[in-house]
């Protein structure tokens, strides 16, 4: 859905109907699919570094968390 485009991009496919008409309830929708998707999508590779106790390989893949997080045991 969102792959490969920008900001601009994005909000330029899901304003405007089939028919050129603008629509600002699709920009919405869109966003709620592309967060439902994105965050499943985070949920499932975080609990796979969970069950495999990875979590230092997860947090330093993952931009937020590289270098801020320490996952070890205090």
């Known amino acids: 859905m969102c792959r490969g485009k920008d ?23 869109a966003d709620k699919v592309h967060e439902l998707v994105s965050g499943s999508k985070e ?9 495999s106790d990875d979590l230092p390989a997860y ?5 937020f968390t590289k270098g801020r997080v320490d996952p070890s045991p205090k």
Do not use: P, Q, V
């Not at 949920?43 to 069950?51: G, N, P, V, Y």
């Open 7 to 29: 900001l601009i991009s994005f909000k330029d496919d899901f304003t405007h109907e089939l028919d050129g008409s603008f629509n600002s309830n699709l920009l919405r929708s």
């Open 43 to 51: 949920f499932d590779e975080s609990m796979e570094a969970i069950k």
């Open 59 to 63: 947090y330093e893949s993952k931009e």
